[in-house]
């Protein structure tokens, strides 16, 4: 059953992202595993129309729905939202980087590319003050997650175990749990997050 938390799991605000695109690299993902549209938001836990309609590239997704598809295809949002590029050197400038847009007004920055055969994904989150971006269901077995706070203070919420950390404050944690990040302080929280999953078979 879709939880309903996250509303339609559609966001107004659709940023710079090519929603066909996205849309396509999903359903190819999944064609891929053999995977049905119904089987596929089954495991997402999504409704079969919302997956239905990112696959078509008519509404853009929220964060934690991208993440839901993300985890449910053995994958990153990176991978869903970028290209894969050459794996010798990649340069990604400012400019290149897609910003992914949450409720509430906080971002999320993808720094790193996406490189064939490697699960690897880096991304720079901005909460603004008093906003919870949501918790997020456990990445398969065999992720890792680390997280970097650059500034203010992060509520990070591991099995609803709570870890505050302030600006300078690293983290190491086992992705396979339930995690939530929230800024309960009065200025922007800033960190970076690096997350690496086993290749996909």
């Known amino acids: 059953m879709m939880n309903s938390s996250i509303g339609d799991g559609f966001s107004p605000v659709e940023g710079d992202l090519d929603l066909r695109a996205i849309g396509e690299r999903v359903r190819g993902l999944r064609k891929a595993r053999g995977d049905t549209l119904a089987t596929l938001a089954r495991r997402a836990e999504l409704s079969v129309s919302m997956l239905s309609a990112v696959e078509r590239g008519e509404k853009a997704a929220t964060v934690l729905v991208l993440h839901r598809i993300a ?20 340069v990604l400038r400012r400019d290149r980087q897609t910003v992914i847009p949450g409720e509430g007004g906080w971002t999320r920055r993808i720094v790193s590319p996406v490189v064939p055969g490697i699960e690897f994904e880096m991304m720079q989150t901005t909460l603004p003050p008093g906003t919870d971006a949501g918790e ?24 609803g175990v709570e870890h505050i950390l302030a600006a300078g404050d690293a983290i190491h ?20 997050l690096a997350m690496t999953e086993r290749p996909r078979g």
């Open 173 to 192: 944690h086992d992705g396979h749990c339930r995690h939530g990040y929230r800024n309960d302080g009065t200025t922007e929280c800033r960190y970076v």
């Open 136 to 159: 997020y269901g456990p990445h398969p077995a065999g992720s890792h997650e680390y997280l970097l706070v650059l500034d203010g203070v992060l509520t990070l919420t591991l099995d």
């Open 71 to 90: 985890t449910a295809l053995g994958t990153t949002i990176a991978r869903l939202v970028e290209d894969e590029t050459p794996v010798r050197a990649t």
